[in-house]
Every structure is written in C-alpha cells, then in structure tokens.
C-alpha cells in the first residue's frame, strides 16, 4: 500500500516544511486537493501554492482537481510541478480529451468519481488514465467519516482491471485510519489518501509505517492483475 497524505491538513502557514515534513516521513505521494468553490463548496488553495512547494520535495505530487472545467488549468499545474494530475468525471463533458491533455504535458492523467457516481462510468476510460481515484467521502472537505460502501466499487473496478489485465491504479481518499486502511486493502487499493491522521501524529513517519503495516496484513485478499 502506498500512502498520500493529503495537505488539505498540513499547517497552512508551513505549507512548504510540511510538505519536506511527510517526504522524510516515508509519504509516497504528495496530495494537493484544489477546490474551486464551485465544483464543491469549499476553496483550498491553488497554483501558486503548488509552485512554491515543489522545491521543497521530491515525491510525486498527486494533484487532485475538484474544479469545474479542468482542462483549462491541466497544463499550468503541470508546470507548477504536479507528477499525477486526478480530474473528476463529474467536471467535465469530454473526459477523453482531458485525459489526453494531461499525459500531453508529461504527467500521469487520473480519473476521479464522486461517491453518487457509478464506478461503471469510468471503464470506457480505462486505457486513457494511469489511476481511477474513487472518493470515500463527499469531496470539499476533510475529516470526514470512511463510506466503507465504496469498497463495493473498489472491489468492482479491480474486477474489471484483472479480467482486461490492466495496471491502472486504484486511489481512495477521505476517512483513511489504522481501522479503515484494512478494508481498502482487502478491496484491492494500490494508494490511500491520508489526512488528519498522519499530519496531526506526534510522528508523521510513524503514522505512515501504522498505516502500511496494517495495510499488509489484508492486501493479499484482493485479486491482482496477471503479469506476462
């Protein structure tokens, strides 16, 4: 299991050492949600955040655009520093054209589905994006409870990644603890997103290893996909 803590709830005001903080930590990816307003009815924060916080390390950010029409601002985020970039099937009418725009700039394309959304939607996608990021929570806000029903999608979507042997990654976000880590790893979860629980630990380092470690314990009860 690989772990993205989410700077949604890092300090603010140390955005930067905070970021450096979770990559000494063992963080695998780095999490940056933008919120617009509008998409959901929160504001986070945006481009300039994302520059100024690059050089501070070197795991991937996994940019994650909760914004309407994100295929106007693919381009400028990729530049700002972002490795993977997660768009939500809800934003947009061409989610193709999305998709191709961001592996266009070098950067992996994911797909993002909100919790009312049908993981179905996603499959016509599949051979576009890197990732399908499936939320477990409404998206807009964190701290918010584990939707423990999405691991019927997670576990859906693994079947239909196996059955076509494909490597499109599997990323939850929101409600991800010591508790709720086992279930996603039993559903077949390659990333989880994690908040709250890592930024606010004594040890940032020793939350992530907590996480992996029981995360290890139930992730060979999900199907994988077929090498060769």
Not at 121 to 148: C, H, K, N, W
Request: one cysteine or more.
């Amino acid at each position: 299991m690989k772990i993205a803590p989410s700077m949604l709830a890092s300090d603010f005001a140390n955005f930067g050492p905070e970021t450096r903080r979770m990559e000494q930590g063992g963080a695998d990816y780095i999490h940056l949600d933008i919120m617009d307003g509008l998409f959901v009815p929160n504001l986070s924060f945006g481009l300039p955040v994302v520059k100024a916080a690059r050089p501070y390390a070197e795991t991937p950010f996994d940019v994650h655009l909760m914004i309407q029409e994100p295929a106007k601002y693919v381009q400028r985020f990729a530049g700002a520093g972002a490795d993977w970039i997660s768009f939500h099937l809800e934003a947009t009418g061409d989610p193709a054209h999305t998709a191709e725009l961001i592996r266009a700039c070098g950067v992996h394309p994911a797909l993002a589905v909100k919790p009312a959304t049908p993981v179905e939607r996603v499959y016509p996608y599949l051979d576009l994006v890197d990732m399908v990021l499936i939320m477990t929570v409404e998206p807009g806000f964190g701290g918010q409870s584990f939707m423990a029903d999405m691991m019927d999608k997670v576990r859906l979507l693994r079947g239909r990644l196996l059955a076509e042997n494909k490597s499109v990654l599997i990323e939850i976000d929101g409600g991800v603890n010591e508790e709720t880590i086992a279930q996603a790893a039993a559903a077949g979860v390659d990333i989880c997103v994690a908040g709250t629980g890592v930024f606010k630990a004594a040890d940032a380092g020793e939350a992530i290893r907590a996480l992996k470690t029981v995360a290890a314990q139930y992730e060979g009860r999900a199907p994988r996909r077929k090498e060769g």
